[in-house]
């Protein structure tokens, strides 16, 4: 479907990387060859995963990462810099959600603030402190991991695979924020060389989806499935897509 490259020396970030999808995005990014930062924002846990996927002969490094702590955030990119002196990749994985069923009509604001400050503002903090590094790399990639619950022609259906997932006030909305800021990132960096997409993984087996699968929704899929395709569109080659919303199939209407 997209032509991808595999990168020498390329060096790539993704946030949220201790567990779950972004563990894996991290892992298959390391095997391809990639210099993988692990951002994590326990410095333990990042240890943990760098550590996995080093003992795997592949080259990873943990940094701690909050992307709701524009502090951790800095120093993340001052060492990043120090070490590599350049970002080729970014992978906005980090994320959280409220659980299907948190009707806005009964939003309780404090957890909608919550899930926006991390899935759309932390988008915004990481991408722009890492834009200088980003800047000196000859193929930038910013890969926005987003969900089919982001897609308002997906929601808006009442045929679609989602229709039966309960309303939520902030998950949803969040994601499809974080759609709309990636177009807008792809049209400002388009003239420097970027090629920035959101992609969803699908409904995979990891902690976030725990409620929906306790409150029935069965999900056989794993993160290292749902992985794949957000490396896919982290090692595109030079004429790849831009401003655009993929799965594993291919376009994913917004
Ligand atoms: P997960 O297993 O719950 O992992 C979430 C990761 O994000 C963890 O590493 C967590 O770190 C990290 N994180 C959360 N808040 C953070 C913050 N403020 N700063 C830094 N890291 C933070 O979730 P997942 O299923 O792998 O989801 C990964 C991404 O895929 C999310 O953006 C999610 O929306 C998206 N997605 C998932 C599915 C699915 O079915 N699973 C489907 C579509 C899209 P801690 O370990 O420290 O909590």
Redesign the pocket.
């Known amino acids: 479907m997209i032509e991808t490259v595999t990168p020498t020396g390329a060096v790539a970030l993704v ?8 563990f894996q995005v991290a892992r298959q990014l390391a095997e391809r060859g990639l210099t993988v930062v692990i ?4 410095p333990e ?1 990042g240890r943990a995963a760098a550590r996995a996927i080093r003992a795997a002969g592949a080259d990873a490094h943990p940094v701690t ?4 702590d524009p502090a951790t955030v800095r120093r993340a990119v001052g060492w990043i810099d120090e070490r590599f002196g350049r970002l080729d990749v970014l992978v906005n ?5 409220d659980d299907p069923g948190h009707r806005p009509s009964a939003a309780d604001l404090d957890l909608v603030r919550e899930v926006f400050e ?2 759309v503002l ?1 988008v915004l903090t990481v991408t722009n402190a890492m834009l200088p590094l980003m800047y000196r790399s000859a193929a930038p990639r910013i890969v926005n ?4 619950m982001g897609s308002l022609t997906i929601q808006s259906s009442p045929e679609s695979y989602l229709a039966k997932v309960p309303a939520a006030a902030a998950y949803p909305a969040s ?1 499809s924020a974080l759609n709309a800021l990636t177009i807008q990132y792809a049209k400002e960096l388009r003239p420097h060389g970027f090629l920035v997409n959101a992609v ?5 087996d ?4 725990k409620e929906l699968q306790e409150a029935g929704f069965t ?1 056989t899929r794993t ?1 290292a499935q ?1 992985a794949a395709v957000v490396v896919r569109l982290a090692t595109l080659g030079p004429d790849g897509p831009t401003s655009g919303f993929f799965d594993e199939d291919g376009p994913v209407p917004w």
């Open positions: 946030t949220g990387a201790n567990r779950g999808i972004g951002g994590a924002r326990d846990r990462l909050d992307v709701t994985n980090a994320g959280t959600a991390t899935n932390g991991v987003s969900s089919g994601k969803t993984p699908g409904a995979c990891t902690d976030l989806t999900i993160a749902g």
